[in-house]
């Protein structure tokens, strides 16, 4: 059973910057897609970044493209996401997921994750 616990969550003034973890535990994460995606009150839960485990290959939504920057430590088992820059639009609690997958291309549709964290709340304030 693979478990993905978040951390690093917080709130910051926009602009600012974040850190947020994800320790796994578990299966070994070899050949999975990883990705944090987030939901903000009211609204469908969306994609921000993925990475491939096997290879390395980044998926970035638009709306965080040149800001936030999704990496993996293999040998911590652990999964970032620095977010840089924030905007209000990015308060929202972060989930990290995880999928194991047979192609580098990894899904942006949250439903295709088996495994799922609790969440960390960001909250961005002018």
């Known amino acids: 059973q693979v478990q993905l616990v978040e951390s690093g969550g917080g709130s910051v003034q926009a602009g600012g910057s974040l850190r947020l973890s994800c320790a796994t535990s578990?299966?070994?994460?070899?050949?999975?897609?990883m990705g944090w995606f987030r939901q903000a009150p009211g609204k469908e839960r969306e994609v921000v970044a993925t990475?491939?485990?096997?290879?390395?290959?980044?998926y970035y939504a638009d709306s965080v493209k040149g800001r936030f920057t999704i990496s993996q430590d293999n040998a911590k088992r652990n999964l970032y996401l620095e977010v840089n820059t924030l905007k209000l639009e990015d308060t929202a609690m972060y989930y990290c997921?995880?999928?194991?997958?047979?192609?580098?291309?990894?899904?942006?549709?949250?439903?295709?994750?088996?495994?799922w964290g609790q969440g960390t709340q960001v909250t961005v304030s002018s």
């Open positions: 997921a995880a999928v194991m997958w047979t192609s580098t291309w990894c899904p942006s549709e949250f439903s295709t994750y088996k495994y």
């Open positions: 578990g299966y070994n994460l070899r050949f999975y897609c």
């Open positions: 990475i491939y485990t096997g290879g390395g290959s980044t």
